[in-house]
């Protein structure tokens, strides 16, 4: 209890403070939902996201691998494409996806006739990926309109709401990279973690 006194008159202010927080109530006292609730949520938001894209991509007799380089050489303005054109090696980054499988994929759609591979001079054995007359009309016809489509959900949301899910989605992907560096073995076998748990065991 806690007296306060004002104007000559006495008020009492009663607090009831629990002796312990629940283990889902945030010191603020509001709900949080547990890292394993929200990480199964979070993956099922992500699979089904994915699961969106390879709808589109099959209906379209692509593979997922190839809808993802179509899409990145599509979503680039045409100048852009003639100055600064994609390598397999950058595409394979962008795309977040193995050399090997960029390379399959790519090889793939040239003998579908959607892109071409032209050397790049005075750069060894690097090729740059261009777009075929074919592959501009498939641009057109089927990664324009998934893009509007992108843009038209993202316009339903208002500027704030996307700029928070960036930048939260930012955030946690941040974090997970960490977590996941500290966890990845190296070249013996043994992660950072371990390397730390050693340290601590040992006092050094």
């Given at each position: 209890m806690k007296m306060k006194q004002e104007n000559k008159t006495t008020y009492a202010i009663l607090f009831t403070i629990p002796e312990?927080?629940?283990k889902n109530l945030h010191p603020d006292f509001s709900y949080r939902p547990p890292a394993k609730e929200q990480n199964i949520r979070f993956n099922q938001l992500y699979r089904r996201q994915s699961?969106?894209?390879?709808t589109y991509a099959a209906a379209h007799h692509l593979s997922d691998a190839a809808f993802s380089i179509l899409y990145c050489l599509c979503e680039t303005i045409?100048?852009?494409?003639?100055?600064?054109?994609?390598?397999?090696?950058?595409?394979?980054?962008?795309?977040?996806?193995?050399?090997?499988?960029?390379?399959?994929?790519?090889?793939?759609?040239?003998?579908?006739?959607?892109v071409r591979l032209q050397q790049l001079p005075g750069s060894g054995n690097t090729k740059a990926v261009f777009l075929t007359d074919e592959g501009e009309s498939l641009c057109r016809h089927?990664?324009?309109?998934?893009?509007?489509?992108?843009?038209r959900s993202l316009a339903?949301?208002?500027?704030?709401?996307?700029?928070?899910?960036?930048?939260?989605?930012?955030?946690?992907?941040?974090?997970?990279?960490?977590?996941?560096?500290?966890?990845l073995p190296d070249k013996n076998g043994s992660s950072r973690r371990d390397h730390l748990k050693n340290e601590d065991e040992t006092g050094e």
């Open positions: 312990t927080i629940p699961n969106l894209y390879h045409p100048e852009e494409r003639e100055t600064a054109p994609y390598t397999q090696h950058g595409l394979a980054q962008l795309c977040s996806l193995p050399r090997q499988t960029v390379n399959s994929a790519i090889s793939s759609l040239v003998r579908q006739g959607y089927v990664i324009d309109p998934l893009i509007e489509a992108e843009q339903q949301m208002g500027h704030e709401e996307v700029e928070l899910y960036l930048r939260f989605s930012l955030t946690q992907l941040d974090l997970f990279e960490q977590e996941l560096a500290a966890i």
